[in-house]
């Protein structure tokens, strides 16, 4: 008899566990090669808090002040064309820090994708502050009420970014697992204190749209996301298994999706 998912899911679990824990060995052995400031004791709690002090600083800086001045007018001329609402709530939310345990979950899972390389470069500079190279230490999220309130939001961000100079990169993302979201991502200058010292950095920043509906389910099946980040997850493991939670979860995320979607066109059929 063929065995079930969960029968090859149990007899990979060991195996899976014990190549986690090498793979994550020989990962945080290579990053401390290349930046041996991170093996330094207190390293991670400082960049905790240099992750919250620089929400702070994102919050205030002269982009995200211009995006709130603005943002008014954003919504006023979405409401002309579409006649529905741009965003959730008219207050344009603050920057959170990343927390350290996900910033270290997401440096080794992001070296398993890349196919773990024997070169960590991609995760921190040789030289000068030890600042992790991802892209969300600091990150927002934007809720829209409709689904061409994302691209529209998104536009409005990369036309902003172009007039006052700042680099970004915008990338649309839907993923199997169901996440659909804008991602803007956008550079700013801040200050890395460790040690005593002061250095000026730049760090890339992100900015997560998408719709209300989506950020409900992305909310609340986070935390099946974060178990299976860090473990071995393949789509044939769950997709033909309605009892495993991210087959639910993950197929919700589709099923919401088309429902922006349809949500669009009964706002556009009402208006004709």
Excluded at 203 to 217: H, P
């Amino acid at each position: 008899m063929a065995s079930t998912v969960q029968d090859r899911a149990a007899s990979r679990s060991e195996p899976d566990k014990a190549a986690g824990a090498s793979d994550e060995k020989c990962f945080w052995t290579a990053g401390e090669k290349l930046q041996p400031n991170i093996s330094i004791a207190g390293y991670w709690d400082t960049l905790q808090k240099n992750c919250d002090q620089w929400s702070i600083d994102v919050t205030v800086a002269p982009f995200w002040q211009s995006v709130k001045d603005r943002q008014p007018a954003w919504s006023n001329e979405f409401h002309r064309n579409t006649s529905g609402a741009l965003l959730s709530s008219s207050v344009i939310p603050s920057f959170q820090g990343k927390k350290v345990k996900r910033t270290k979950e997401k440096l080794l899972h992001d070296w398993i994708s890349a196919g773990k390389p024997a070169d960590v470069s991609k995760f921190w500079l040789p030289t000068g502050a030890p600042v992790p190279l991802l892209n969300d230490l600091v990150r927002t999220r934007i809720e829209c009420q409709f689904l061409d309130g994302v691209e529209f939001f998104g536009n409005c961000l990369e036309h902003l970014a172009a007039e006052l100079g700042i680099k970004c990169t915008r990338e649309r993302q839907g993923r199997i697992a169901g996440y659909f979201a804008q991602h803007f991502c956008f550079s700013e200058k801040v200050i890395f204190r460790f040690g005593g010292s002061e250095d000026l950095v730049a760090i890339t920043c992100e900015v997560q749209i998408a719709t209300t509906l989506a950020t409900r389910v992305w909310e609340e099946s986070h935390r099946i996301y974060e178990t299976w980040r860090v473990q071995s997850d393949r789509p044939e493991d769950w997709q033909w298994n309605p009892t495993d939670p991210r087959f639910t979860s993950r197929q919700l995320g589709h099923m919401v999706h088309l429902a922006d979607g349809l949500l669009v066109q009964l706002r556009n059929a009402v208006q004709k």
